[in-house]
């Protein structure tokens, strides 16, 4: 059962300051030069109110780089120092409803056989304040993914434009009734009709059940070579992904001490695959671009009743040559 | 464009080329590269302003050059990079067409010899954007520049966008792929990604043939094509060699003069 | 009384012209600032930009590359390829925002025992006075959460 309350821009304000004065950190989509980041915030009116951001908010719980342990050589000893994950508690503000509900796909990684203390952390200390989507883009599919544009799933509190200025708060969590509480007296709560803007229409392009069944049959299909012609195999895509969440493990040490850190990886790349034999399993760009689709949408609702995929369509924006992935998605459901 | 669709149409008909390599329509008004193999499809290619990605990157993908011989519509830029790609024994002339579009008018160029032709009229530039701001961050103090490409490399992904862009790196194993030793750290901290784009600059200079698609290609929207602009820049500069203008290897890193002219070496 | 700043300065050399210049330097008892950490390689040739690069992100404070006189190389003209690179990788140092002022190329022979310690002393008095590399070692903890 959630909470719903009227909130003005200025309310909102109010909520970023006592958020900041409590110590947190807040971040949200900000247009910075022609570009949209993910970067500290001080007030609401900051945030673009249109579009999303290039790069996903995932390296707010799962970070471009992250140290995970320290070592030192100490004569023939190694001196290990674990790291345990600094983390200011995060609001993140303004973020898009699709990019809320990312985090459930690497939840489920990170928590499936081995607790990942270092996602945990992050993710336990990060509340998440969604803005639904009153406009989309021809790259958007979150209704071809079980999502909508003011889906709710992933977010702590949920802001819908109202037609007449400012917005409904939806506080849907524990942690967001915490936020909430910081400045409590300046939420009124809604009674009635809202007035609200009548979010984007995402018209669904593909049925994700479908096409994970089509998918079953369609492994040897030339279909993947086509399509994957024109791709480059770099990794943006993957790293723009809210739920993309291969990673790589760098030692970077010398003959002292060294430090192991974890990155993001991308299954695209050649060398993801490669064997210390030499051997790669996946050594064809259309090998490599089928398994980022049969991962998404075949593998994940296998193992984890949850697709890897929220329609976002940053994966689309993002590419250099146009690799529309509502396109091929389509096609490959057919 | 009808003109090329005519064109293309005839060379897949006849059989003279597997595959017309070009541009086709993206997603909203967007280009994207597609390989047209048959020839009711010749009309697919488009030719306009928003045509400028360099397309010569695909000459040394394996399964396009495993599509069979092919035609090339080319840009500036990419008649230069297949003369790049000649002069570093990366291309062999009977297996790639270039339909260059120079000045409005349709060229077909079957050898490199006529490629070098036409390249040498068409007037080196990069665009007014990228030279004010080269001159501007030249023109900056050191601890200016540090700052700001500390700024934009720290946003860096490392996705390599821009290398899989550039028709000029086509080495199947990347200095960054060396891992003994990892000359290059693989996570994209800031001073691993200042080091990598260094030494892409530095691979690249005096190969460059200036397109900007790593620039374009950058999702997060770094400038990064102005690094390997900057070390072509300092190329001909200081030895008057350059990429992409002749088929005949002449790479400034790998010859040299007796006297070059430096004033920096005590 | 504060610690006086020490820089470390990291040297790549020649074998067969620095590193025996530098010999000399010692057999001539001439003595120079041991702030230097020699790095010896068959030739300037074999010098890669990356090295460089490494050695300011690995804590150094200046660097020192030094050869053979053109014309005096062992292999001929390792280090003629070397004088190009270094030409345009010093632009793009520049370019970068790496402070010049740390960073000195030389020609020093077998017989130049007294330039060794001269350019040695120069360049390491130079570093001291620009202080460590706070800028380039700071950035070693940049990006990484």
Request: with cysteine; proline share 4%.
């Amino acid at each position: 059962m959630s909470d719903k309350y009227i909130v003005s821009e200025t309310v909102l304000g109010a909520l970023i300051d006592a958020a900041a004065r409590s110590g947190r950190r807040i971040l949200g989509p900000k247009a910075v030069a022609e570009r949209i980041e993910i970067t500290e915030i001080k007030t609401a009116s900051e945030l673009a109110n249109s579009g999303q951001s290039t790069v996903s908010a995932k390296g707010t719980v799962f970070p471009k780089v992250e140290r995970l342990l320290r070592y030192r050589f100490e004569g023939k000893n190694v001196a290990l120092e674990d790291v345990e994950p600094q983390v200011q508690p995060t609001v993140l503000f303004g973020i898009r409803p699709c990019e809320a509900r990312a985090f459930h796909a690497l939840d489920v990684v990170f928590n499936w056989d081995y607790k990942d203390k270092f996602f945990n952390t992050r993710l336990a200390n990060t509340t998440v304040v969604a803005m639904s989507c009153t406009q989309a883009d021809d790259s958007c599919f979150c209704t071809s993914v079980g999502s909508r544009p003011d889906d709710t799933a992933g977010s702590d509190i949920l802001l819908s434009t109202l037609k007449a200025g400012g917005f409904v708060a939806e506080v849907l969590t524990d942690k967001g009734k915490a936020l909430v509480a910081l400045a409590k007296d300046a939420f009124q709560p809604l009674t009635g009709d809202a007035g609200l803007v009548p979010p984007a229409t995402v018209a669904p392009a593909f049925d994700a059940k479908v096409l994970q069944q089509k998918l079953a049959a369609k492994f040897d299909s030339p279909l993947w070579a086509e399509q994957s012609l024109r791709c480059l195999g770099c990794g943006a895509c993957a790293f723009v992904c809210p739920t993309c969440v291969c990673f790589d493990i760098q030692d970077e040490a010398d003959t002292r001490q060294g430090q192991r850190l974890r990155a993001w990886d991308s299954c695209g790349m050649r060398m993801f695959t490669l064997h210390a034999s030499g051997h790669n399993p996946r050594d064809k760009q259309s090998q490599r671009w089928r398994q980022r689709v049969y991962h998404k949408f075949a593998y994940y609702p296998e193992r984890f009743a949850t697709l890897g995929c929220v329609g976002c369509g940053k994966c689309s924006r993002a590419c250099p040559v146009d690799m529309n992935l509502k396109q091929h998605l389509v096609e490959a459901a057919e | 464009m009808e003109e090329l669709h005519n064109k293309a149409k005839e060379l897949l008909s006849s059989g003279a080329v597997k595959v017309v390599m070009g541009y086709g329509k993206g997603t909203g008004e967007s280009r994207r590269p597609i390989f047209v193999r048959m020839a009711e499809r010749a009309s697919d290619l488009v030719v306009d302003s928003g045509c400028t990605q360099n397309l010569a990157t695909y000459l040394t993908k394996a399964e396009v050059c495993a599509l069979g011989r092919m035609a090339i519509v080319a840009i500036p830029s990419t008649l230069r990079s297949i003369l790049q790609l000649a002069a570093e024994k990366q291309l062999r002339e009977e297996n790639v067409i270039a339909l260059a579009v120079i000045d409005g008018q349709l060229r077909e160029l079957a050898t490199f010899d006529a490629i070098e032709q036409a390249v040498a009229t068409i007037p080196d530039a990069i665009s007014e954007a990228d030279r004010t701001m080269i001159d501007k961050l030249v023109a900056m103090s050191v601890a200016e520049r540090r700052a700001f490409w500390a700024a934009e490399l720290n946003r860096c992904v490392k996705c390599y966008a821009c290398r899989s862009s550039c028709p000029m790196c086509y080495c199947e194993r990347c200095t960054m792929d060396c891992n003994r030793p990892q000359w290059i750290p693989v996570a994209s901290h800031a001073i691993g990604n200042i080091e990598y784009h260094m030494v892409r600059a530095m691979h690249l200079a005096g190969r460059c043939v200036e397109c900007g698609t790593c620039g374009k290609a950058c999702p997060i929207g770094i400038p990064v094509h102005l690094l390997t602009f900057f070390a072509e820049d300092s190329v001909r500069r200081q030895f008057g060699q350059k990429g992409g203008a002749s088929a005949k290897l002449d790479y400034a890193m790998s010859t040299f003069k007796p006297d070059d002219k430096e004033e920096f070496i005590r | 009384m504060a610690e006086q700043f020490e820089p470390k300065m990291t040297a790549f050399v020649c074998n067969w012209c620095t590193y025996a210049g530098a010999d000399l330097t010692g057999t001539s008892r001439i003595k120079y600032q041991a702030n230097v950490r020699v790095i010896r390689l068959p030739c300037t040739g074999r010098i890669d930009f990356m090295m460089v690069l490494k050695a300011f992100s690995r804590g150094s404070d200046g660097v020192i590359i030094s050869g053979c006189h053109p014309n005096d190389c062992h292999y001929t003209s390792g280090n003629y390829h070397a004088r190009r690179r270094w030409m345009v990788f010093r632009d793009l140092l520049d370019f970068v925002g790496i402070d010049l002022e740390r960073v000195t190329f030389s020609w020093v022979s077998a017989a130049e025992g007294a330039k060794w310690a001269e350019l040695v002393n120069e360049a390491t008095n130079k570093v001291r006075a620009l202080g460590p590399y706070k800028e380039i070692q700071q950035l070693a903890a940049v990006g990484i959460d």
